[in-house]
């Protein structure tokens, strides 16, 4: 009998590797032999902090990540790697192939084959690590309906933030704007296609964009200032200055979850005169409006048709072996700035 190696966050600023056993698959499983899976440094860390609200089932959607929230607890939503053994009754054309699973830090796993995505033969193992992440940029981007010649900012360009930024380059805006308090990042966001960045920690750069949103002056002229802003920071406190540079009518896309952080909203003046909306996005579903056309397979063709085009996994700066994650996750809570996409590697784990 072979054994796994998991990966559990036992309490706030603490990780353990746990050794299981683990069987032959059965009926309708395959065995997974991980390769890499990414840290997500918003939801995780939110767990390494201890900022999550205990009880709260983890995920209604995705069968690996079922039952409460509660320490200890197993995480990890983007596992990539081969299929080594088949279970009877499971599709024997399974075997070999490398495929994608939503699925927790895992160095062997059994999982019935419908839990598997398969990777497509011209797209790289470390690309398709960003799935979860591209397919929540498309639902961000698919909510906020972005149209021909508008202004928009994206605040956070974390990696959701920056692939959202990179499909939005492929759109005739008038600005693309990218807002972060890290160089690397807003370097980063340029790469990506941003026509100008900001970073809201310097006074005059946040002065430079409300000239350029022509909200520099009073003006009551509804053409001013943003059309649409998503807010990918974490932090609710962005809320705020997303409110303050919304023009008449602005859409303000919140694809953060914050967890049990929160902040003081200003809904009073700007928010009431201007007609503001605050739109919620979330990656399990699609906004009802697109139901009726727009499948689960039809956006994942869509996913994997950009992970191809955006090569994202130029934006992975950091690869940790599995068995040094608690470095991982020390590196993404103390030197954020020093990180973009940081992954676990699994060659030599089992």
């Known amino acids: ?27 309708g499983e395959v065995l997974i032999q991980a390769t890499y899976s990414a840290i997500s440094a918003g939801t995780e860390m939110l767990f390494y902090n201890g900022n999550f609200p205990a009880g709260m089932a983890v995920d209604v959607s995705l069968k690996a990540l079922s039952g409460r929230l509660a320490y200890p607890l197993q995480y990890g939503y983007a596992l ?88 939005l380059a492929q759109y005739p805006l008038k600005n693309l ?45 509804p053409e001013n200032g943003a059309d649409v802003i998503f807010e990918m920071s974490g932090n609710p406190e962005t809320l705020n200055p997303a409110i303050a540079l919304a023009g008449y009518g602005g859409r303000i896309i919140v694809g953060s979850w914050y967890g049990t952080k929160t902040a003081p909203i200003n809904l009073g003046d700007r928010f009431h005169r201007q007609r503001l909306q605050l739109i919620s996005s979330q990656v399990s579903t699609i906004h009802p409006n697109l139901r009726g056309r727009w499948t689960k397979k039809r956006r994942l063709e869509v996913v994997w048709h950009w992970l191809k085009q955006l090569n994202p996994a130029q934006l992975i700066t950091h690869q940790i072996p599995f068995s040094e994650a608690q470095s991982a996750y020390q590196l993404l809570d103390k030197n954020r700035e020093e990180t973009l996409q940081v992954i676990l590697t699994y060659e030599g784990e089992n």
């Open 80 to 167: 990539v790697g081969k299929v080594i053994e088949i279970g009877q009754r499971a599709d024997p054309g399974w075997l070999n192939k490398n495929v994608f699973l939503f699925h927790p830090h895992q160095s062997l796993g059994v999982v019935s084959e419908t839990e598997l995505i398969p990777i497509p033969a011209d797209c790289d193992q470390k690309n398709a690590l960003f799935l979860p992440n591209m397919e929540t940029a498309v639902g961000c981007v698919m909510d906020a309906a972005p149209l021909l010649g508008e202004n928009v900012i994206i605040f956070g360009q974390g990696i959701v933030g920056l692939l959202i930024t990179a499909l």
């Open 177 to 221: 704007i990218a807002v972060d308090p890290v160089k690397k990042r807003r370097q980063a966001a340029k790469a990506m296609g941003a026509t100008t960045v900001f970073d809201p920690q310097d006074k005059k750069s946040m002065d430079k964009l409300k000239k350029l949103l022509k909200l520099d002056k009073i003006d009551s002229s």
């Open 1 to 27: 009998m072979m054994k796994t190696q998991k990966l559990f966050f036992e309490k706030s600023k603490t990780i353990f590797i746990r050794t299981e056993k683990v069987g032959s698959p059965g009926p």
